[in-house]
Each structure stands twice: as structure tokens, then as C-alpha cells.
Nanobody, 125 residues
Framework: QVQLVESGGGLVQAGGSLRLSCAAS????????MAWYRQAPGKQRELVASITGDGTTNYADSVKGRFTISRDNAKHTVYLQMNSLKPEDTSVYYCYTDNVLYYSGDYLRNAFDSRGQGTQVTVSS
């Protein structure tokens, strides 16, 4: 079993910064791609940023130059540093992994498409 737990959301004024964290728990062997999505009420889910196991990153155009995704493989944690926040960044942010290899007894198993419970980010104007 694998669980993703986000933290770091909150209320911030426009122009401010927040740092989100997402820790994967369980007897983890490795994690492939880790990512952050967001979804605001009435809007489609949007990929914000992703990072592969070897550190290759990808960003939505709307956050390029303002957000930075990083990961600590030893801690099975992904971060999202958000600077110069705008009111339009207000959303629930979800952590996502496409494939986690974890130990179940003596066996390695896959946990595909895991998602955290989400953390609210609110940016006031």
C-alpha cells in the first residue's frame, strides 16, 4: 500500500510564496514520475508540473518561471515551490505518481496512478 500526503497549502497574498510538500509512505522501493495537478471549482484538472525519476521537469505555461518542482528520492517526497503567486493560482493542489514500486512481503508490487487528498491554496488579490 502507498499513500501520498500533501502539506503546505494555505492563504497568501498575491505576489507571495508557498511551498507544497508531498510525501509517499509505505515500503517504497522507487517512484517513477511525480507531479502536481490542480483543480479549481468548475474547471478542468490541470497539470502544473512534473518531475521524472532522473530529474527531468515539465511545467504548465501558466506557471513557468514562477514555480519550481523538485524531489528528494531518499525521502520519497516531491516539492512545489510557488513564487509570485496570482489569484488565478487559487485551487486545490494534488500530488500524483504514475508508478510506485513497493514491497508487499517479499514481493515488489506496482501502485499505479496514486493521488493525494489535496491541499487548498488560496491567493488573495
Amino acid at each position: 500500500q502507498v499513500q501520498l500526503v500533501e502539506s503546505g497549502g494555505g492563504l497568501v497574498q498575491a505576489g507571495g510564496s508557498l511551498r507544497l510538500s508531498c510525501a509517499a509512505s509505505g515500503k517504497i522501493f522507487s517512484i517513477n514520475t511525480m507531479a502536481w495537478y490542480r483543480q479549481a471549482p468548475g474547471k478542468q484538472r490541470e497539470l502544473v508540473a512534473s518531475i521524472t525519476g532522473d530529474g527531468t521537469t515539465n511545467y504548465a505555461d501558466s506557471v513557468k518561471g514562477r514555480f519550481t518542482i523538485s524531489r528528494d528520492n531518499a525521502k520519497h517526497t516531491v516539492y512545489l515551490q510557488m513564487n509570485s503567486l496570482k489569484p488565478e493560482d487559487t485551487s486545490v493542489y494534488y500530488c500524483y505518481t504514475d508508478n510506485v514500486l513497493y514491497y508487499s512481503g517479499d514481493y515488489l508490487r506496482n501502485a499505479f496512478d496514486s493521488r493525494g487528498q489535496g491541499t487548498q491554496v488560496t491567493v488573495s488579490s
